[in-house]
């Protein structure tokens, strides 16, 4: 292609995966090969490799001559002379349909093994929960003493109380959430949220840090994101009992909006980063050998609102020490 993505070469593969011939491909722009609700993402991936001479790379469904639907990659370069001096782009596109399905079946596997962890993960937690109040009910059905009946009573409100809020960080996790939220800017939440919790966590000698850098109106479900920020929060104190410093940083990247949260704290062990979503995993219980006593729910509520905004995240151990959460979410929503 030209720098603007016209096609100037169509080798005898393309003609073949496109059903296409060469002639009638010369001289018109890539995007006739991409579904229409990509075509915006290619012009940007086209600009940015132009004027920052990067590798560029995304995927698209496309149906052969049969009408069978193929997983296609397709990888932007720019051509580049020996006066360092950019001539055009080329566009390498792999049939990846293959991989795609043994990701699928692999995936299919990994989500059999969660479902039992999750299981064993729910039957724990409400085990225990219904066993107290079934031991507080019993001990007050066998006398008549109303100061009993009534601690039985408040103890088995407490008890429900915490099994709603399990079920209600599961809905989170798998995206069943219906309740209806208002829409707030996500500057304007951040900004809220550091405000509230920088006396709190000073307390705990914790110094909050916030970089807010110039960002579009960014509408995202304002109680949703609090409750994100909150669990993130809370991770971060339990990761520095000695007190420390979080640093949440908001800029926009290209097409995405990136928010930062970063700690102090401990970090993560390589062998639990990719559990550390997952549902009642957690390295803080008593029984994982820790010195609270945690459900493994928060950073799985955190993935299902990050998920739920069409986003992703990312974790990484912060150098010298600390721990940064990278949620990337969406532009053009």
Known sequence: MDCQGLIVSWNTIAE?????????????????????????LIHRLIGRTVTQRTI????????????????????????????????GLAAWVRDISNRKDLQNQLAESENMASLGTLAAGVAHHFNNIVGGMATVVDFALQG?????????LRMTAEAAARMTKIIRSLLTFAEKDTH??????????VMTFS??????????????????????????????????????LNNAEQAMPDGGMISINLKQEYDEIVLVFSDTG??????????????????????????MHCSGLGLSVVHGIVRELGGTIEVENRLPKGTQFTIRLPVDK
């Open 56 to 87: 560029n790379e995304f995927e698209i469904e496309h149906k052969d001559q049969s009408g069978k639907q193929n997983a296609l990659a397709v990888v932007i370069t720019p051509v580049i002379n020996p006066k360092n001096e950019i001539l």
């Open 16 to 40: 073949h995966m496109f059903n296409t011939r060469r002639p009638e491909m010369l001289g018109r722009h890539i995007e006739q090969i991409i579904p229409p609700p990509r075509r915006k």
């Open 195 to 232: 405000l509230m919790a920088e006396k709190p966590v000073a307390e705990k000698n914790i110094e909050l840090k916030l970089d807010l850098h110039d960002c579009p109106v960014y509408e995202v479900p304002g109680s949703r994101v609090h409750e994100m920020l909150g669990q993130l």
């Open 266 to 291: 401990t970090g993560v062990d390589a062998k639990d980063r990719p559990h550390i979503f997952e549902p009642f995993y957690t390295t803080r219980d008593v029984v994982t050998g820790g010195n």
């Open 144 to 152: 008549n003493n109303p100061d009993t009946n009534e601690r039985a």
């Open 180 to 189: 209806h939220y208002d829409l707030s800017d996500l500057t304007e939440i």
